[in-house]
């Protein structure tokens, strides 16, 4: 992992889960969700910031959907993994102007 790949992981669990802060839930600690291409993960800067409930819990409610194992319920009700990403990104770049 090099310094780019380390300061992105570390901006983007200081962040916060992507999925809640969007849902008004505000700031829950986050982990990374590499985004894969197939069953490959696209490496450490393709990361979004998901909370345990909204990456691996496995729940699948009205209230949360997991990542995993419900990619498609998830994507459906948050949008796509590379919109998130778009959106982590960007709310990141606000924060560094800021």
Known sequence: MNIAE???LDAICRLGCCVCLREGRGATPGEP???LIGSR????LNT???CQTHHRSGLKTQ???S???WR??????YGTERELL?????????RIAA
């Open 86 to 94: 778009d959106w982590t990104r960007a709310r990141l770049a606000q």
């Open 72 to 77: 498609t319920e998830f994507e459906r009700r």
């Open 33 to 35: 969700h590499h985004l």
């Open 63 to 65: 209230d949360f959907v």
């Open 67 to 69: 990542r995993h194992p």
């Open 41 to 44: 993960r696209i490496g450490d």
């Open 6 to 8: 380390r300061n992105w």
């Open 48 to 50: 979004i910031p998901l």
